[in-house]
């Protein structure tokens, strides 16, 4: 082994943290976030800020990706509620199961 190798000290000795107890178990929600609203927990993880993230690199992508040598539709640029309609098919059929595809 060369000499750089061996002055390297051994691992350190393990030392496991210790288990706090869980005095509130389950998602920890803003208190101002109505629970009882699917689209309120939903918009948790897809904030505007995210949409626009989803919109702009879609679109960037559209743009750069396409093969102008062949004859295509003309790319209309998303907007936020196109992303959200998409999201929510996919949703929707990974909660709906249809025997095939094409069924949706």
Not at 81 to 86: A, N, V
Request: hydrophobic share 35%; net charge negative.
């Amino acid at each position: 082994m060369p000499e750089k190798y061996t002055l390297v000290s051994k691992d350190p000795e393990f030392k496991p943290l210790p288990l706090l107890e869980i005095h509130n178990p389950g998602p920890n929600i803003p208190e101002y976030v109505d629970k009882t609203n699917p689209e309120n927990l939903f918009r948790l993880y897809f904030d505007n800020r995210i949409l626009d993230i989803l919109v702009d690199c879609t679109n960037s992508n559209a743009t750069t990706q396409r093969d102008v040598s062949i004859k295509q539709r003309d790319w209309e640029p998303v907007i936020r509620y196109d992303i959200l309609s998409y999201l929510g098919i996919l949703i929707w059929m990974g909660i709906h199961r249809e025997p095939q595809q094409r069924m949706y």
